[in-house]
């Protein structure tokens, strides 16, 4: 079967990546594994969204049919040092409505594939497993276990941190474990949030405390093993006092919603995301600590500048051709590998115990936070905004 584009994964990125592209010219495939599902409850897998990434999402028409109840927007931050040190964001002083919405995962996964199933110009190929790829000069061959070949100008792998696509290619990723896991669970509140996220550098790691619709939160504790182990080992009325106690009470007594889980931390960088007739995006092209909540921004972006690139080239140019593929990497690289540094090097900057190391970062952080112009360029970065 002839393609244009086709997609392996049906994740948030490579679901992104499709809806994208429902507009144009081409013709695409997406091939999954397995369709998202709702999660009974509250997902305990939520993330960050930037008004940048909002923004692409009403783009290709997914988020104004996400349900409303569910979001929860983010008017404020409050970052604590280890040493008494506070760093605050507000967006009333930097400007905007928001800084930022947070969403469960398997909010947008379920939208954006609903959005993919009524596409005209997409086949979707799920349940089904690749087996093999084959790389010519005029087309990447895609085979699956069921004996399909799917044949594409462009190969898309969009499936994930251990990406059988990359692996397969044998594009290279050089990957650092932090001997970390991210807790994560979501709970009641006693006492409202008022939009707030907050965030603590500790002894046992980055705690954070993500504001949910209504009067719950979602916490993402990144922590040593041993440590994330006790965590889920604990029941739930000392799991409630433990997380509530970490953040110094101050939404009051927890109730948990969801089962709590945990998943190892490691950074990956990859040297390159693309070859002739192939493109990484999402997971499969980085992976980043999670205390600055931008994973998914990140793939959401590729996806963004992917899709341009490919409806920005004329028909007769080929999209698959590694010199156009070149600009895609080039247009990704600096924000990725900003994102990466910052992350590694706040996450190694609070673990390090050398003397005089501590009052320094939190010194560092109340003379960033007594300074407006900085912090209002560090938040607008953030959010997208410049």
């Known amino acids: ?49 930037t008004p940048a990434n909002a923004e692409f999402l009403q783009h290709i028409g997914v988020w104004k049919h996400l349900d409303a109840k569910r979001i929860s927007p983010i008017y404020a931050m409050k970052i604590y040092g280890d040493g008494g040190a506070q760093l605050d964001f507000s967006a009333y002083e930097t400007g905007v409505p928001e800084l930022g919405w947070i969403l469960e995962s398997s909010l947008m996964a379920c939208e954006l594939w609903e959005n993919v199933k009524r596409q005209g110009n997409l086949a979707l190929f799920c349940p089904a497993t690749p087996r093999a790829i084959e790389m010519t000069e005029e087309a990447a061959m895609l085979t699956l276990t069921d004996g399909q070949t799917l044949s594409a100008k462009l190969l898309v792998g969009a499936d994930g941190r251990d990406s059988w696509v990359r692996e397969t290619a044998g594009l290279k990723a050089i990957s650092t474990p932090y001997d970390e896991m991210g807790f994560v669970a979501n709970f009641d509140c006693e006492r409202p949030h008022r939009g707030t996220a907050r965030q603590w550098f500790r002894a046992d790691g980055v705690l954070a405390w993500l504001p949910l619709a209504g009067n719950r939160i979602s916490v993402v504790w990144s922590t040593p093993d041993a440590h994330a182990k006790q965590l889920l080992n604990l029941g739930e009325e000392a799991l409630c006092s433990r997380v509530a106690n970490a953040g110094a009470n101050a939404l009051g007594e927890f109730k948990l919603i969801s089962p709590a889980a945990a998943f190892p931390l490691r950074l990956m960088r990859v040297p390159s995301t693309v070859a002739p007739r192939l493109a990484l995006i999402g997971d499969a092209a980085h992976g980043i600590h999670p205390l600055s909540g931008h994973g998914i921004n990140l793939g959401f972006q590729d996806a963004r500048v992917l899709a341009d690139l490919m409806t920005a080239t004329p028909e007769w140019l080929d999209i698959g051709s590694e010199r156009l593929l070149r600009r895609y990497q080039r247009a990704r690289r600096e924000e990725t590998v900003l994102m990466q540094y910052t992350t590694h090097t706040l996450h190694r900057l609070f673990r390090e115990k050398l003397p005089g190391l501590k009052p320094l970062r939190n010194v560092g952080m109340s003379l960033t936070n007594a300074l407006p112009v900085i912090k209002n360029m560090l938040v607008r970065y953030a959010i997208g905004a410049i």
């Open 1 to 49: 079967m002839l393609f244009d584009v086709v997609i392996v994964g049906g994740g948030l990125a490579g679901l992104a990546l499709a809806s994208a592209l429902r507009d144009t010219r081409l013709k695409i495939a997406l091939v999954e594994g397995r369709a998202p599902t709702p999660v009974t409850g509250w997902d305990a897998r939520v993330y960050a969204i």
